[in-house]
């Protein structure tokens, strides 16, 4: 039996040997039709050769399919006898698109599959921008199942910053219709995410002791709606970072952080508005004694980087254009393709590091940390004072080096960074603060000289 010639919408293979090719196959034609058919069993000639099939083998094609595109797709795959022959047939559509496969981007060119250039798929997240499907469809959730805390603090925070009219009664049905998350009595899929309290959305946090992560001091996983999770990260994340403190005017005093707060707050809401809600997704973030890295379960496009939204300007590309709209309404989000614009600007002005790691599932955003603590490395006075207090760094980084130069004055920045868990860069920062303050005194040179201590 002969099935005839592949097309724009169907593809053959000899075997599930070639699955990783056939699923690059499955999104090109995703994204030049929106469906398609795939055998396995069949030549590319078409003619009909079988495919041996195992209990499993249906289970495998769906769990490969799963995991390697993106969106997700829902496929028909079916065992079927051709000529006395088996094999397996996969019929799939999506109205989603730009569909990925294993994080690249292809087009079909009529029988053959092709790699999309980063141009390609600009514009074609340009064409798609004009409607979010996932987003704009209903669930089986009523108002009976609003978060009312989450959406009242989201209406007085909008009605604040001048970027929603006050109602007058207030009145949860009319604000979620009118920003386009309720229609027909149920909530769409973007107003469930948002403000269900169902608790769709998982946040997985961690303090680990070392960059291994193999052992942590902290770790916990959040349900809530997005409304609550971008609050419950960024505040985790500064309570877990370190702070310093500096004089203000007069006698105040002002914290500090070491990695500037309006920077992490950027990503941690960009994580949660970028993601990939249609399938199964964790938002994460770890803080390890170097990073703090945040993720989010949303590929981010093919031959792009956060650097180059910041550095070249290039338009916004959302993902979910009404929650993104909707988090805008509230402030969370300043203007539509300046995050990481503001992100690093913020980092540039602060010298702070910052890389970005893309995965097949996923896109990680890394802030390199200018200081971190290590309880091996501090002196007895230190460790005792923190254990008194009942905190870990509780004392603050000058009060630290002052204490430990009034025990030893000839003490080296080296062997202050070392005993602190701070950098050397940081040392000489508080160096400076102190003397400026007249707490200290250097007497003699760099080499062989000593700190006054007074």
Request: aromatic share 10%.
């Amino acid at each position: 039996m002969n099935l005839g010639i592949e097309s724009e919408t169907l593809e053959f293979k000899k075997t599930t040997g070639e699955i990783d090719k056939a699923m690059d196959n499955i999104a090109s034609m995703l994204n030049k039709h929106g469906h398609g058919t795939l055998y396995f069993g069949v030549s590319p000639s078409g003619e009909v050769t079988g495919q041996q099939i195992s209990a499993s083998s249906l289970d495998d094609v769906a769990k490969k399919i799963k995991s390697a595109i993106k969106p997700m797709i829902y496929p028909e795959i079916k065992h079927e006898i051709l000529d006395e022959k088996d094999v397996i047939r996969v019929d799939f559509s999506g109205k989603e698109k730009p569909y990925s496969s294993f994080g690249r981007y292809y087009k079909r060119v009529f029988d053959r599959t092709e790699e999309m250039t980063p141009d390609e798929l600009k514009r074609m997240m340009a064409e798609t921008d004009r409607e979010s499907y996932w987003e704009n469809n209903l669930t089986d959730s009523g108002l009976e199942d609003i978060d009312k805390d989450a959406l009242l603090d989201f209406y007085k925070k909008a009605v604040a910053c001048g970027r929603l009219d006050e109602m007058n009664p207030y009145d949860e049905e009319e604000l979620l219709t009118g920003l386009g998350l309720y229609d027909r009595g149920k909530l769409t899929n973007a107003g469930y995410y948002l403000f269900s309290n169902k608790k769709p959305v998982v946040l997985k946090l961690a303090v680990y002791v070392t960059d291994e992560r193999i052992n942590f001091t902290d770790i916990g996983r959040v349900e809530d709606n997005i409304f609550n999770l971008i609050r419950k990260g960024y505040s985790y994340i500064k309570e877990h970072i370190n702070w310093s403190v500096e004089p203000g005017e007069d006698t105040s005093r002002i914290e500090v952080p070491e990695i500037p707060v309006e920077a992490l707050r950027e990503i941690v809401v960009n994580s949660f508005a970028h993601a990939d809600y249609r399938g199964i997704s964790e938002n994460e973030i770890d803080i390890t004694p170097t990073r703090v890295e945040i993720y989010n379960p949303g590929e981010f496009p093919t031959g792009f980087s956060p650097e180059m939204f910041a550095r070249q300007r290039i338009r916004s590309m959302p993902r979910n254009k009404v929650i993104l709209s909707t988090l805008y309404k509230s402030k969370d989000v300043e203007v539509f393709g300046s995050g990481f614009r503001k992100v690093y600007a913020y980092c540039d002005k602060y010298g702070i590091k910052v890389e970005s790691a893309f995965e097949n599932d996923g896109f990680s955003f890394i802030f390199y940390r200018d200081t971190y603590s290590d309880n091996d490395t501090k002196n007895d006075t230190i460790k005792a004072f923190e254990q008194n207090s009942g905190t870990n760094n509780s004392i603050p980084t000058d009060a630290r080096v002052y204490m430990l130069l009034k025990e030893d004055p000839t003490q080296t920045r080296e062997a202050l960074a070392n005993k602190t868990g701070r950098t050397v860069r940081t040392i000489q920062r508080v160096l400076d603060k102190l003397t400026a303050n007249g707490k200290i005194k250097r007497i003699g040179s760099k080499k062989t000289g000593y700190w006054e201590v007074f």
